[in-house]
């Protein structure tokens, strides 16, 4: 049974940190590619961020270039977003996803090529 599961949100400040989880089971990291997808209420849900399971290649939006970075640990089956300098319109639930290899180069049709969702964790940056 394929299943992901994110953790590590919560309510930081203006500039602080965060690390996400997001662990993996039912399929190994190198099978899909694994999105970091984030959604505010009323609005779409948007591709943040990509990692190649082939490669390890990783792709961003400008929104977080430079602030976000994904990263995975093949051994635990695990991909993080370590999320710094981090904004108050960063606050949205963050969700990953299992995406078609292939579709997580263009973050703004990733979530075409989705086959499998996590949970979400809520990130709220306020003061």
């Known amino acids: 049974q394929v299943q992901l599961v994110e953790s590590g949100g919560g309510v930081v400040q203006p500039g602080d940190s965060l690390r996400l989880s997001c662990a993996a089971s039912?399929?190994?990291?190198?099978?899909?590619?694994i999105g970091w997808f984030r959604q505010v209420p009323g609005k779409e849900r948007e591709g943040v961020s990509s990692i190649s399971g082939s490669d390890g290649s990783t792709v961003y939006a400008d929104s977080v270039k430079g602030r976000f970075t994904t990263s995975r640990d093949i051994a635990k089956n695990t991909v993080y977003l370590q999320m710094n300098s981090l904004k108050p319109e960063d606050t949205a639930d963050y969700y990953c996803?299992?995406?078609?290899?292939?579709?997580?180069?263009?973050?703004?049709?990733?979530?075409?090529?989705?086959?499998?969702w996590g949970q979400g964790t809520p990130v709220t940056v306020s003061l």
């Open positions: 996803a299992a995406v078609e290899p292939g579709w997580g180069r263009i973050l703004r049709t990733m979530l075409v090529g989705v086959h499998y």
């Open positions: 039912g399929f190994t990291l190198n099978s899909y590619t």
